[in-house]
C-alpha cells in the first residue's frame, strides 16, 4: 500500500515540477523587459517592453514621433490558458502631455504595437482588451529615462 501512496507521490510531484517548467518555458520566449504585471478580471496580464534602438526614426510621417519601443501584453485566462484571439489596444499619455492611441496586432504568444517613449518621465498606459464577451481594462505607470 505504502508502495502506491509513494509512486503516486512521485507522479505527483513530477507533474508539478513539469508544468512549472511548460510555464517558465513559455514566459522566458518573451522579448524585451517585464515592466508590469496585473489582473483584470481573473485574467493575467504581463507586459514586455522592447527597445528598437532607433529603429523608427527613419518611418515616414513619424516626424517628432518616431516608434522607439515595441510594447507587448500577454494575456492568460482564468483556467491559465493564453488568450489567442482578443482586440486590443493601447492609450499611451506621456509626461509632456501628448496621448498615442495604436491598435496592438497577435504576435508571438501576445499582442504588440509600436509606441514613442522618446521624452524621460513618467507615461501612462492604459490598455483595453476584447476577448469573446470579456472586456478587460488595465492602466498603470511606466517611468523612461
Known sequence: MYKYLIALAIILISAMALTAGARQAG?????????H???????SLAYNLIDMGGAGA??????????THHL????????GSPVNEAKVGFLVKGPEG????????GMAGGYGADISLQHPGEYTIRTKAVAGDETLLDSFEYKAD
Open 72 to 79: 507587448m501584453v500577454y494575456i492568460i485566462d482564468p483556467e
Open 58 to 67: 527613419e518611418m515616414e510621417g513619424h516626424e517628432g514621433s518616431a516608434p
Open 37 to 43: 504585471e496585473s489582473t483584470v478580471n481573473a485574467y
Open 98 to 105: 501628448k496621448q498615442q492611441k495604436v491598435m496592438a496586432m
Open 27 to 35: 514566459e522566458s520566449e518573451r522579448k524585451g523587459k517585464q515592466i
